[in-house]
Structure formats: structure tokens, C-alpha cells
């Protein structure tokens, strides 16, 4: 369990400074298609190890510049599991803008979940 976690951490370390990069200087669509494609050759953990990997992503992105930040946590879960990389990457929009008027997660909305605006499924 501890080699699994261990591995898992080095990959989102891995990971980051691409997904860094790519926030800045790629659109969603690129960025996710080339994420999805190094995802694919990942393995397709199992839920406990699904929940274990995004743990690890919560951890590591709170410590990155700029706080916390769901666009970045649901690249970066993408590109290290091939079950993530096979989901829908969500971006949910308000036209007013500003702090906390999006949203990003993998796989399909839930019932009941926020209602935003403007939502792309790439």
C-alpha cells in the first residue's frame, strides 16, 4: 500500500508542471487531449486507489501557487489514470466572472449539483 502511494505521489509531482504550463499557454481541449492520451497508458486504479490519487491531488495542489484549483486537480487526475482519462472534462461557467464563477470536474453532473450558466463537457 505504501509503494502504491508512494508511486502515485511521484506521479501528480510529475505531472504538475506540465498541467502548470499547459493552464497557461494551451486551451482546455488541447491540454485535455494530450492529457488523456499519457492517462490512457496509466493504470485504471480501482475506487479505493481512485480516492487515494485524488487525496494526493488535493494535497499537492493546496501547496501550489495560487491555492487550490479544480481545473487543475481534474487535468492532473486525468493524466495519471486511465479510468479518469476515459470521463468527460466538465467546465461549468457564470457570466459574471471573477472568484469562485466556474468550475471544473471529470465524469458526468450530478443530480442536484450546482447549476451553472454555461457548461462545456470536453
Do not use: Q
Not at 480501482?46 to 485524488?54: G, H, I, Q, T
Not at 487526475?77 to 471529470?106: F, I, Q, T, V, Y
Request: with cysteine.
Amino acid at each position: 500500500m505504501i509503494h502504491e502511494v508512494l508511486s502515485d505521489l511521484a506521479g501528480v509531482v510529475s505531472v504538475v508542471p506540465y498541467v502548470e504550463w499547459g493552464r497557461r499557454f494551451r486551451g482546455p481541449e488541447p491540454l485535455a487531449a494530450t492529457l488523456r492520451r499519457r492517462g490512457a497508458k496509466s493504470i485504471a486504479r480501482d475506487a479505493r486507489r481512485r480516492r487515494v490519487l485524488r487525496k494526493l491531488i488535493v494535497v499537492v495542489d493546496a501547496h501550489l501557487p495560487g491555492g487550490p484549483n479544480c481545473y487543475r486537480r481534474a487535468l492532473l487526475e486525468m493524466g495519471l489514470d486511465a479510468g479518469a482519462a476515459r470521463e468527460p472534462l466538465n467546465l461549468g461557467l457564470r457570466p459574471h466572472g471573477g472568484p469562485k464563477s466556474g468550475h471544473a470536474w471529470l465524469g458526468p453532473t450530478e443530480a442536484g449539483a450546482e447549476v451553472y450558466e454555461v457548461r462545456f463537457e470536453i
